[in-house]
């Protein structure tokens, strides 16, 4: 795990920590819901779009930053259902783009049979979160399973790290800031506030 991580941590001092079938259990429950409430179709969620908005509410700005992106996914989870791109190995693990706001780095990680995903997650967590590189960290695991775990593993973060926890609700405290998760989300499913009034 921590060799699949050494290839980008050393120039990324943004990263984006996400369990990939969690975010993808909240893009098909949002579709699900506003096709009822505005009439329309929904389409996959754009990844690139929602890793812009994640990493905008993470505190980066424009310029040529590099934010690696780690999504974990159980392995016999080929693809997400509900974005795009969406293959694991083919669309996203080791693949990268630019945008405004700088270059995204993908890891796409699949859970291997030794360990739960929970604790994997929460290995990795601890990994980046300890390294010294890292000034920015955004984090989406499925805070209905795992909150407290993740809560506790960013306990000891220094101060000056920038760590987002996100969430579809607001979660008991913890020494980080908290982003709703629903917000990024539906603009990456293009779904518009006057859509909704």
């Known amino acids: 795990m921590k060799d699949e991580l050494r290839k980008n941590e050393d120039c990324c001092e943004n990263v984006i920590i996400a369990d990939a079938d969690y975010i993808d259990k909240v893009a098909f429950d949002l579709i699900v819901n506003f096709e009822r409430i505005i009439g329309r179709r929904i389409p996959p969620a754009d990844m690139a779009r929602w ?83 890292v000034k920015r960290l955004m984090v989406i695991g499925d805070a209905e399973s795992y909150y407290d775990r993740i809560r506790h593993a960013l306990r000891n973060v220094p101060e000056e790290k920038r760590i987002t926890v996100f969430a579809m609700q607001p979660m008991e405290g913890g020494n980080f800031r908290q982003e709703i998760l629903g917000y990024s989300m539906m603009s990456a499913l293009g779904i518009k506030s006057e859509e909704i009034k």
């Open 51 to 133: 890793l812009d908005c994640v990493a905008l509410d993470g505190g980066v700005r424009e310029g040529s930053n590099n934010t690696h992106v780690i999504l974990i996914h159980d392995k016999d989870k080929q693809a997400m259902d509900n974005f795009l791109p969406s293959n694991h190995s083919k669309e996203l693990d080791s693949k990268a783009f630019k945008d405004n706001l700088g270059e995204f780095i993908i890891s796409s990680l699949p859970v291997e049979d030794v360990i739960s995903k929970e604790d994997f997650f929460i290995d990795i967590l601890s990994h980046v979160s300890s390294q010294k590189e």
